[in-house]
């Protein structure tokens, strides 16, 4: 909060107008500082992952068809998509915490950007699951999974894993300030626990039964994951999965534009409208 006002203090502008990518900054600014402030929920959120990949590659790994070192270098791109996917609850708790403490209604009476305060939300998440997919890598690097196809495909799969983090956080930020209620948007954002669960992020989708199959297939995890194992070099997508999971990359930006197309006016739009009721 203390950026944003010193940016508008020292650059007053008419209300509503300031411009976005120097308001975006502060906003971005703001939230940064808000993690540094709370290192716990960053650390929450940073170890979550690897805990899921130490329970699953090490319990689950040895009851599946793919198992030990093998299930490992498949399960780590899986964990990474889901990690890039988590943007949705963090975004729309986030929103809705700002709403509930009544931080947004100040954020209206500044004269910055409309655009800004979502903007700089979701630019703060993807700064951060920068950072923290990092950890994640290198503990899968112990667990056996390697990157085999060069640095320029890792390089596309971490710029995929970011651009989805970015997409989806502007879909959670919407579903905050529709909620505006910080306990409801906990509970909420506790239950997106599922989708990574219906996906190909943990388990190979040709198992399932076909309806679950088909519907795993057209989950944008889906696409994410195996964007990732095909970048990475770990493994080839299937060719007889629905489209978006048979042409990963493909998909993956597919969806990504799609949700940005949609939900970025829609954030904007919601937040504008609010300022006015």
Sequence with gaps: MSATTLVHERNPAPAGGGTLIAD???MTGRHLHKLRAAPGVLILTQTMPITMLLFFGYVFGSALAVPGEEYRAF?????LAATAANGLM??????????HRGVM???RTLPMSRAAVPLGATAAEVLTTAVGLVPLMLVGYAAGWRIEDGAAGALGAFGLLL??????SWVGYWLGLLIRDEEAAGQLGSATFVLPLLSSAYIPTGGMPGWVRTVAEWNPISA???ATRELFGN???AVDAAWPSAHPVAGTLAWAAVLLTVFVPLTVRRYARDSRG
């Design 163 to 168: 651009l989805f983090r970015f997409a989806t």
């Design 90 to 99: 963090t975004g729309m708790f986030q929103a809705a915490q700002d709403c």
């Design 24 to 26: 975006g900054l502060a």
């Design 75 to 79: 399960l780590v791109p899986g964990l």
């Design 105 to 107: 209604d100040r954020f």
């Design 224 to 226: 994410l994951a195996a």
């Design 235 to 237: 493994a080839a997508p």
